[in-house]
Nanobody
Framework: QVRLVESGGGSVQAGDSLRLSCVAS????????VAWFRQAPGKERERVARILWSGEYTTYADSVKGRFTITRDNSKNTVYLQMARLTPEDTAVYYC????????????WGQGTRVPVSS
């Protein structure tokens, strides 16, 4: 069982930047594909970014493309989500999730970190 812990959330204003971190409890995490999801009040969960084990391949939702960057440091069992030019529409609880088979099935989830963005 792999435990994921997110951090870095907090209240910001529109236009600010923020970096979220997701730390895993086991080194096998370095072989997983990892994604950041978010869920805003009253909305469905949305996958905002995904990164493969090597860090070489990343994908983004259209809503964040060009503003968010996902990276990873496998030596630290950590995946990051750098968020820039935040808007109130980015307000959500952000979760990281691990996909051990790299087939799009996320077996491991963190508890989430809140990011409220005020205008």
């Amino acid at each position: 069982q792999v435990r994921l812990v997110e951090s870095g959330g907090g209240s910001v204003q529109a236009g600010d930047s923020l970096r979220l971190s997701c730390v895993a409890s086991k080194r096998t995490f370095s072989t997983y594909a990892v994604a950041w999801f978010r869920q805003a009040p009253g909305k469905e969960r949305e996958r905002v970014a995904r990164i493969l084990w090597s860090g070489e391949y990343t994908t983004y939702a259209d809503s964040v493309k060009g503003r968010f960057t996902i990276t990873r440091d496998n030596s630290k069992n950590t995946v990051y989500l750098q968020m820039a030019r935040l808007t109130p529409e980015d307000t959500a609880v952000y979760y990281c999730a691990g996909d051990p088979t790299r087939r799009g099935r996320y077996d491991y989830w963190g508890q989430g970190t809140r990011v409220p963005v005020s205008s």
